[in-house]
């Protein structure tokens, strides 16, 4: 369990330079409210090289009289002007959470969107409901102290103590009537259904019927919700980590996401033996051995814990506990990312070995405790955090049935849930167990099927193996759109934003610019290993491309950024505190 005394913590060790010179530019001002909302798009130039605006829609599509919504938006232009044929309009875009910032998203991951994609198009970011530059903000909790009172003692780890689960689900029960007594009209207006009617807003203010758009993780959710509710304004749509719509909005347990999640971990593992022990500082001549060797390291942490403690500069003393809970957790994360965390979390693994904790503590996001702690603000807006006070509205707000359930259910829910993945430990308090005492539906639902024709078949892409997202779930929700694809990308992590493939990246060029889909069955490789020697640049997905169309073609831009976009799509992922 998470505690106080993590409070001062190291600095986030794994930003790079890269993400420094981003979180600048994240953090440079603009003052969003500066600009007028209107239900017409009039665009302000703003983070230099892009262009915002304020628009206007109803709180509520099902009762117009329920007041109005500001959503923030933020495009990054074409090269082209609207009346030139090169030019293709707009695409939306969706980072996934519930509760990513859409405007974030194309402030640090533009770059890589348009070196893939080209220049055709728009780019168009949008904070959804309840997150951050949007109005009104979710503000569910007083003052910053009070948020961090409440997150500081949220059990992380459901088998931590024989007391976590009950506290996880309690807090559960104070977090929705909290939000009942201070932001029950916000949060009964923030579900999937409205944010998917406000994407058909948005186009149709841009002068677009048809709806183009790229959405990852519940972003996919967004996405598959809005292609079964306006079938007829699909234009290019691609859903990237797909979750189990059906699932999503009639399920009362979380049976799909964890599928593959021990196949995340073994492909890992795989990928470890394959390297050597060169490559891998954890290696060891079988998968079963280095999981052993794994387990040992963090188990040894249950029994003791061991201290991080840094005053080199007494200016800036740090100090924390690398316990099992965080280091467990650190873990999880670093299974979205294998390609870039596979290899700092087997050192960090290693470091623990040899008695240094700090560096399996610093995998854990945890590391954000310092961000609510000293700037006193959260993402998505005063005092909102961005954590179980989005994800609980939206994911618990938009079931379609009675998700209430006693404690007794909720620890079977979970036994049910660890029979999939022993990681179950962390995702179930971050997922659906907030929903077992949730008390706000959202006013706009959508009841309707997923089964249906679009005006323009979908593009859906999965990994080989995804911790949360199994491409099970993308071959299940494919199976009712009409002509759709799955393309399988032969990878491990969540999305295929954590591994790049060349051949994906052609994939979804392909589609975007001429709307031609892969072939069914179409399976793109990675271009890397994730225990891979350096420099070893020259993959590229198993396909052919020499290295000055690879140059010409944006490829080695994308990948660049799409490194820098790391930083990013951890804290959407895991925003716990920060
Ligand atoms: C917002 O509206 C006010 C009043 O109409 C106007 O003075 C101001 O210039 C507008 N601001 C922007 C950014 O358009
Ligand atoms: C928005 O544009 C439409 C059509 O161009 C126009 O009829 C309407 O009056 C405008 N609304 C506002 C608030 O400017
Ligand atoms: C619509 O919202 C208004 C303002 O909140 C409220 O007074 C009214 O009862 C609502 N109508 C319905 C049908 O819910
Ligand atoms: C867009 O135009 C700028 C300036 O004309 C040029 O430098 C840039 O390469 C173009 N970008 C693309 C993606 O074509
Ligand atoms: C909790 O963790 C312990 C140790 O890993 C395990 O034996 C136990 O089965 C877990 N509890 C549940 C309910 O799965
Ligand atoms: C939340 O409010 C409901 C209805 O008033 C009440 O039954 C429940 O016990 C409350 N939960 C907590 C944790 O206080
Ligand atoms: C693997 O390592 C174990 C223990 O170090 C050793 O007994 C075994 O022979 C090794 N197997 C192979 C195939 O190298
Ligand atoms: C301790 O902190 C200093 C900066 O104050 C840093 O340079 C150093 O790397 C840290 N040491 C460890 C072991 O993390
Ligand atoms: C959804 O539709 C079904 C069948 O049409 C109906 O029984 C159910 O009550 C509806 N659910 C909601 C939440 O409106
Ligand atoms: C978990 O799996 C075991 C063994 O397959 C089974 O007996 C048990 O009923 C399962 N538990 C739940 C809650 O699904
Ligand atoms: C996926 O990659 C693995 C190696 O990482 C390889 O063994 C396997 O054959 C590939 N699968 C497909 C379907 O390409
Ligand atoms: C789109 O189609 C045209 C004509 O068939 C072709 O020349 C071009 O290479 C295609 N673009 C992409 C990105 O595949």
């Given at each position: 369990?998470?505690?106080?005394?993590?409070?001062?913590?190291l600095s986030?060790?794994?930003l790079?330079?890269?993400?420094?010179?981003?979180l600048?530019?994240?953090?440079?001002?603009f003052?969003?409210?500066?600009?007028n909302?209107?239900?017409?798009?009039?665009?302000?130039?703003?983070?230099?090289?892009?262009?915002?605006?304020?628009f206007t829609?109803p709180l509520?599509?099902?009762?117009?009289?329920?007041?109005?919504s500001?959503?923030?938006?933020?495009?990054s232009?074409?090269?082209?002007?609207?009346?030139?044929?090169?030019?293709?309009?707009?695409?939306?875009?969706n980072p996934?959470?519930?509760?990513?910032?859409?405007?974030q998203y194309?402030?640090?991951?533009?770059?890589y969107?348009?070196?893939?994609?080209g220049?055709?198009y728009?780019?168009?970011g949008?904070?959804?409901?309840?997150?951050?530059?949007?109005?009104?903000?979710?503000?569910?909790?007083?003052?910053a102290?009070?948020?961090?009172?409440?997150?500081?003692?949220?059990?992380?780890?459901?088998?931590?103590?024989v007391?976590?689960?009950?506290?996880?689900y309690?807090?559960?029960?104070i977090l929705?009537?909290?939000?009942?007594?201070?932001?029950?009209?916000?949060?009964?207006?923030?579900?999937?259904?409205?944010v998917?009617?406000?994407?058909?807003?948005?186009?149709?203010?841009?002068?677009?019927?048809?709806?183009?758009?790229?959405g990852?993780?519940?972003?996919?959710?967004?996405?598959?919700?809005?292609?079964?509710?306006?079938?007829?304004?699909v234009?290019?749509?691609?859903?990237?980590?797909v979750s189990?719509?059906?699932?999503?909005y009639?399920g009362?347990q979380?049976?799909?996401?964890?599928?593959?999640?021990?196949?995340?971990v073994?492909?890992?593992?795989a990928?470890?033996?394959?390297?050597?022990?060169?490559?891998?500082?954890?290696?060891?001549?079988s998968?079963?051995?280095?999981d052993?060797?794994?387990d040992?390291?963090?188990?040894?942490?249950?029994v003791?814990p061991q201290?991080?403690?840094?005053d080199?500069?007494?200016?800036?003393?740090?100090?924390?506990?690398?316990?099992?809970?965080?280091?467990?957790?650190?873990?999880?994360?670093?299974?979205y990312?294998?390609?870039?965390?596979?290899?700092?979390?087997?050192?960090?693994?290693?470091?623990?070995e040899?008695?240094?904790?700090?560096l399996?503590?610093?995998?854990?996001?945890?590391a954000?405790?310092?961000a609510i702690?000293?700037?006193?603000?959260?993402?998505?807006?005063?005092?909102?955090?961005?954590?179980?006070?989005?994800?609980?509205?939206?994911?618990?707000?938009?079931?379609?049935?009675?998700?209430?359930?006693?404690?007794?259910?909720?620890?079977e829910?979970?036994?049910?849930?660890?029979n999939?993945?022993?990681?179950?430990?962390?995702?179930?308090?971050?997922?659906?167990?907030?929903c077992?005492?949730?008390?706000?539906?959202?006013k706009?639902i959508?009841?309707?099927s997923?089964?249906?024709?679009?005006?323009t078949?979908?593009l859906l892409i999965?990994?080989?193996?995804?911790?949360v997202?199994?491409?099970q779930?993308?071959?299940?929700?494919s199976?009712?759109?009409?002509?759709?694809?799955?393309?399988?990308?032969?990878?491990?992590?969540?999305?295929?934003?954590?591994?790049?493939?060349?051949?994906?990246?052609?994939?979804?060029?392909?589609?975007?610019?001429?709307?031609?889909?892969?072939?069914?069955?179409?399976?793109?490789?990675?271009?890397?290993?994730i225990f891979?020697?350096?420099?070893?640049?020259?993959?590229?997905?198993?396909?052919?491309i020499s290295?000055?169309d690879?140059a010409?073609l944006?490829?080695?831009?994308?990948?660049?950024?799409?490194g820098?976009?790391?930083?990013?799509?951890k804290?959407?992922?895991?925003?716990?505190?920060?």
């Amino acid at each position: 369990m998470r505690t106080a005394t993590g409070l001062l913590v190291l600095s986030a060790t794994l930003l790079g330079a890269a993400s420094a010179r981003q979180l600048a530019r994240r953090d440079a001002p603009f003052d969003w409210s500066s600009l007028n909302s209107s239900a017409n798009l009039s665009w302000t130039p703003c983070y230099d090289a892009f262009q915002c605006a304020r628009f206007t829609v109803p709180l509520q599509y099902s009762n117009t009289s329920a007041g109005e919504s500001q959503i923030a938006l933020i495009m990054s232009p074409s090269n082209f002007s609207t009346g030139d044929p090169n030019y293709l309009g707009s695409i939306l875009f969706n980072p996934g959470g519930p509760g990513g910032s859409g405007v974030q998203y194309i402030l640090e991951m533009g770059p890589y969107f348009r070196a893939i994609i080209g220049p055709q198009y728009d780019l168009v970011g949008f904070d959804p409901r309840g997150v951050g530059a949007t109005t009104p903000p979710l503000s569910v909790f007083a003052s910053a102290a009070e948020a961090l009172q409440f997150y500081a003692t949220y059990p992380l780890n459901v088998n931590d103590s024989v007391s976590s689960l009950a506290r996880a689900y309690v807090q559960g029960g104070i977090l929705g009537n909290l939000t009942v007594d201070r932001a029950k009209d916000v949060a009964e207006s923030v579900g999937t259904a409205a944010v998917a009617t406000d994407m058909l807003q948005i186009s149709r203010a841009l002068g677009q019927e048809k709806v183009n758009y790229w959405g990852v993780s519940y972003g996919s959710i967004l996405g598959a919700t809005f292609a079964a509710m306006f079938p007829q304004n699909v234009g290019r749509l691609i859903i990237d980590g797909v979750s189990d719509s059906h699932q999503w909005y009639f399920g009362t347990q979380d049976t799909s996401s964890m599928l593959d999640t021990d196949g995340v971990v073994a492909s890992i593992y795989a990928a470890c033996v394959a390297a050597g022990p060169s490559l891998c500082p954890i290696w060891e001549n079988s998968t079963a051995l280095v999981d052993a060797r794994v387990d040992r390291a963090l188990n040894a942490l249950r029994v003791a814990p061991q201290p991080i403690f840094n005053d080199t500069d007494p200016a800036a003393t740090t100090f924390a506990v690398a316990d099992y809970a965080a280091a467990f957790d650190g873990l999880f994360e670093s299974i979205y990312f294998p390609y870039s965390e596979g290899p700092v979390a087997a050192a960090a693994i290693a470091a623990l070995e040899q008695g240094d904790g700090s560096l399996v503590y610093g995998l854990s996001t945890e590391a954000g405790l310092t961000a609510i702690s000293q700037d006193c603000t959260g993402s998505s807006g005063p005092f909102g955090v961005g954590f179980l006070d989005i994800v609980a509205p939206v994911l618990c707000g938009d079931a379609l049935i009675d998700r209430r359930r006693s404690l007794a259910q909720a620890r079977e829910d979970y036994a049910a849930m660890r029979n999939l993945s022993v990681f179950a430990d962390v995702w179930y308090p971050t997922s659906i167990e907030a929903c077992a005492t949730w008390p706000i539906q959202a006013k706009d639902i959508f009841n309707g099927s997923f089964q249906t024709n679009t005006s323009t078949p979908i593009l859906l892409i999965g990994n080989t193996f995804d911790p949360v997202t199994p491409i099970q779930s993308a071959r299940n929700m494919s199976a009712g759109f009409g002509g759709s694809v799955v393309l399988q990308q032969n990878s491990t992590g969540h999305t295929s934003l954590s591994g790049f493939s060349t051949c994906t990246a052609l994939a979804i060029r392909e589609y975007f610019q001429n709307g031609t889909l892969p072939a069914a069955g179409t399976v793109c490789q990675p271009d890397t290993a994730i225990f891979e020697a350096p420099n070893n640049s020259s993959a590229s997905g198993g396909v052919t491309i020499s290295l000055r169309d690879e140059a010409a073609l944006g490829l080695r831009e994308a990948k660049r950024a799409l490194g820098d976009g790391t930083a990013f799509l951890k804290r959407t992922w895991f925003p716990r505190w920060a």
